[in-house]
């Protein structure tokens, strides 16, 4: 291949995945404990680093050394650094838009409040039907909701024969 044609592996890669999968948890590591990982005890935990089955996981040719290391690294602090300030200066932007009050037009604040409307009449809805199921749930329950008319009124006069029928003194 000519040094001007690209390779159809998809360019120069550095590191390889397996190389870069290792980097990115001793990264992560330093990152939990607040206490960054040295390059040099790296390069020697990826010499002494084997699989599941007790193989090396790593290659004589796959080793990095100090300064490999040690410049993986520091891009990956620079660049989670850059992007950390990239999406604090966004919500510093968005929340100065909020205070000023002219992130939007006049038509999407007025569909923003449309919005607001909307989901408090939903709200007051949902209220209203929890009520009534209650009050379904609580007439289902009576003992007689689902029974006959006639069953009812028979059963009625049974237990109340006494206050229906008053016997006369006369």
């Known amino acids: 291949m000519g040094f001007a044609l690209e390779d159809d592996e998809g360019g120069d890669r550095r590191f390889d995945e397996d190389q870069t999968k290792f980097l990115v948890g001793l ?3 330093g990152k939990k404990t607040d206490n960054n990982i040295d390059p040099k005890r790296a390069s020697e935990m990826m010499k002494a680093e084997r699989d599941a089955n007790g193989k090396r996981r790593f290659k004589r040719d796959q080793f990095l050394i100090i300064s490999q290391i040690k410049s993986w690294f520091g891009v990956r602090a620079r660049t989670e650094k850059r992007r950390i300030e990239e999406k604090q200066k ?39 039907l929890e009520e009534l199921e209650g009050s379904l749930r609580g007439t289902m329950e009576m003992e ?9 009124l028979e059963r009625m006069v049974v237990e109340k024969k006494e206050n229906i029928f008053i016997p006369n003194d006369d």
């Not at 929340?95 to 002219?102: A, E, L, N, S, V």
């Open 144 to 152: 007689n909701f689902f029974e006959d008319d006639k069953e009812i």
């Open 27 to 29: 990264f992560l590591i």
């Open 90 to 128: 966004k919500e510093d932007q968005n929340k100065d838009k909020k205070k000023q009050g002219r992130g939007k037009t006049r038509a999407e604040r007025e569909i923003t409040t449309d919005e607001i409307t909307e989901i408090m009449i939903l709200a007051e809805l949902k209220k209203e």
